[in-house]
């Protein structure tokens, strides 16, 4: 996801982060450099080196931070980074089940009944445009026993 503008908000001690799904809000207290009212922020700029996918700031004192957008949607909890997350976290743990196992990745792919190739892309931590149905059916291949806790999240 790219970011279109920053700003920040010295009043509500936020940068407001626009993309072109909308608007997050990032306070300054998650921030590894925290910007106080001694040492305020006085530039804050898309950061064209990241692929416009992350913002740096300036703070009087001259120290700068640098944010990517993972960190915004994760303190945001927005819900498609989130569903990637469990995607993603799924797919290192089959990764490292891979690994353990005695199973070549030619009797996968045929336990799976797909190719190679396929099996590949699946083990690829970045497509997310694989479905979590085949990352739960590549898991079960893989002798694992696959169960969801759903819990209450706590408010941020």
């Known amino acids: 996801m790219k970011i279109t503008k920053v700003s920040a908000n010295n009043r509500k001690k936020?940068?407001?982060?626009?993309?072109?799904?909308?608007?997050?809000?990032?306070?300054y207290a998650v921030l590894e450099v925290v910007p106080s009212s001694e040492d305020r922020v006085t530039n804050v700029s898309v950061d064209r080196e990241l692929g416009n996918e992350g913002f740096t700031y300036r703070l009087e004192?001259?120290?700068e931070g640098t944010v990517h957008i993972d960190h915004v949607l994760n303190y945001n909890q927005d819900p498609n980074y989130m569903a990637d997350l469990v995607l993603y976290k799924l797919t290192v743990e089959a990764q490292?089940?891979?690994?353990?196992?005695p199973i070549s990745l030619?009797?996968?792919?045929?336990?799976?009944?797909?190719?190679p190739s396929q099996l590949y892309r699946?083990?690829?931590?970045?497509?997310y445009k694989k479905s979590v149905r085949n990352m739960l059916n590549l898991l079960y291949a893989l002798d694992c026993e696959v169960d969801?806790?759903?819990?209450?999240?706590?408010?941020v």
């Open 14 to 27: 936020a940068f407001e982060v626009h993309t072109r799904k909308g608007m997050y809000s990032m306070p």
């Open 122 to 127: 699946l083990l690829d931590t970045t497509n």
């Open 61 to 63: 004192s001259g120290i």
């Open 148 to 155: 969801f806790v759903v819990q209450h999240r706590e408010a």
């Open 96 to 101: 490292n089940r891979l690994e353990q196992s």
């Open 106 to 115: 030619r009797q996968l792919a045929r336990r799976l009944n797909t190719s």
